[in-house]
């Protein structure tokens, strides 16, 4: 099946920093979805993007498909941004297979 | 838009009882997927419904799990015989099957615990 890969798998930051955050895939895909869970373990959406780029307040994606890879750019960051977060790709069937996500910390 | 609900939020049971968790997906959303996240690991697929038809099933759902959607709309996911390694996040999502983006979208989760 296909792989999913984040980096890095902690991050620690102070309060304005900003930060990149990496999913790498294996094969092809359909969907990409990026989220973040919060600390009683609500999937928040934070982007649908197989492909492309968007932005959403702070926070944006770009997902290069030709070269299986996406990326979450989180800008002046806050400690609500604290949390875990993950990306998921969907490829010839419906299920999405996760990667074993990125722990962030935003210190004040 | 009421988003997708489950219940319970949480369970703890004892092992070898049995236990049902329901899931109402997105009242327009004729996909419903069911998940399972365990502590510090992303989330597994389970299984997956268009309308009421099981259209998928992970190897992770053993013959102690079913999982029903009888009309179409809700769902229902039974373990039986419950072991300590059901301990988990069970997460449901709904979607639909056309148009555009196929976001799926999460419930709250259902943390169930068995002793």
């Known amino acids: 099946g296909i792989q999913v890969e984040q980096s890095p798998p902690d991050l620690i930051l102070q309060e304005g920093a900003n930060s990149t955050l990496r999913c790498n895939f294996s094969?092809?895909?359909?969907?990409l979805q990026w989220f973040h869970q919060n600390p009683w373990g609500q999937l928040i959406n934070l982007f649908y993007i197989p492909s492309g780029t968007k932005q959403n307040g702070r926070l944006s994606a770009t997902t290069v498909a030709t070269e299986r890879y996406s990326l979450l750019y989180i800008s002046s960051s806050q400690t609500t941004d604290s949390g875990v977060y993950f990306c998921?790709?969907?490829?010839?069937?419906?299920?999405?297979?996760f990667g074993g996500g990125t722990r962030v910390l935003v210190k004040p | 838009d009421t988003g997708v609900s489950q219940n319970p939020r949480h369970k703890i049971t004892k092992r070898g009882q049995n236990v049902t968790f329901r899931c109402d997906p997105i009242s327009e959303h004729n996909r419903l997927y069911w998940y399972r996240q365990t502590l510090g690991q992303g989330p597994e697929f389970l299984t997956y419904f268009q309308n009421e038809a099981q259209l998928e099933k992970s190897r992770l759902l053993s013959d102690r799990f079913s999982a029903e959607r009888p009309k179409g709309s809700f769902s229902t996911l039974e373990i039986q015989r419950t072991e300590q390694g059901d301990s988990a996040m069970y997460l449901c999502?709904?979607?639909?099957?056309?148009?555009?983006?196929?976001?799926?979208?999460f419930g709250p989760g259902t943390r169930l615990l068995v002793l």
């Open positions: 998921a790709v969907g490829a010839a069937g419906n299920k999405l297979t």
């Open positions: 999502a709904s979607s639909l099957s056309s148009g555009g983006a196929k976001t799926q979208y």
């Open positions: 094969d092809s895909v359909n969907n």
